[in-house]
């Protein structure tokens, strides 16, 4: 079974532009997760989408965006990119939730590493 | 707030030694902890979490509500095990998003 895919694998972009960042799911998950890892902070949450709806968000600011599409896959949108936005950006997806309480597993993609200059 | 501590930054222990990762956590409700782990050139992905209590590979973790720990142990080390290891923590509330430490660096020494 194929993982959760992401491309581009890296993305080269100079401050101001617009940078656009892809993410497929697993087969058969509906929720698509998207965490920024730049170094020295650590895996943040950025944002979370489910059956096409943004359903949590973290504290980023509103020129990181995203969607999510009909097939659940998903984009991530950062504009006016800023220096300090050069990081490795994380999808993941899960299941979507039971009802139980209990958090799906997310399982992780390779990433896209992003630099500004 | 929700937050997670991995005290140390790298970790480094003989084959066949213990090994313990530390993980604090500071979270108001019911929390929901992980371990995820990612190897030299491939992806993050799910080691153990709190509610399954399965021994993986061999590591072990225990939550522990009066210290707010969730620390990682397993009692010999191999050398496959270097990797970064990283603590998170969820809320039970449907937010369903991950709150991660930094990670801690285990290298482990033949």
């Known amino acids: ?117 | 707030a929700q937050r997670v501590t991995q005290p140390e930054k790298l970790l480094s222990v003989f084959k066949g030694a213990p090994v313990e990762l530390k993980c604090n956590y500071s979270y108001s409700g019911s929390p929901e902890l992980f371990w995820y782990v990612q190897y030299s050139r491939q992806r993050l992905q799910l080691l153990l979490r709190h509610i399954s209590r399965e021994s993986i590979k061999g590591f072990t973790a225990d939550l522990n509500k009066g210290e707010t720990s969730f620390h990682l142990k397993k009692p010999f080390a191999q050398e496959e095990d270097s990797a970064m290891y990283y603590c998170a923590l969820s809320s039970r509330r449907g937010s369903e998003k991950l709150v991660f430490g930094k990670g801690t660096k285990l290298t482990v020494n033949p």
Do not use: M
């Open chain 1, 1 to 117: 079974e194929a993982g959760v895919t992401q491309s581009p694998t890296h993305l080269i972009k100079t401050r101001g532009q617009q940078a656009t960042l892809r993410c497929s799911p697993i087969s058969g998950h509906t929720s698509v997760y998207w965490y920024q890892q730049a170094l020295g902070l650590g895996l943040q949450f950025l944002l979370w989408y489910d059956e096409g709806e943004e359903r949590n968000r973290g504290n980023f600011p509103p020129r990181f965006s995203g969607r999510q599409f009909p097939n659940y896959s998903s984009e991530l949108n950062v504009n006016a990119l800023e220096l300090e936005d050069s990081a490795l950006y994380l999808c993941a997806s899960s299941l979507e939730g039971s009802g139980t309480g209990y958090q799906e597993t997310q399982y992780f993609g390779p990433g896209t590493r992003l630099l500004v200059l």
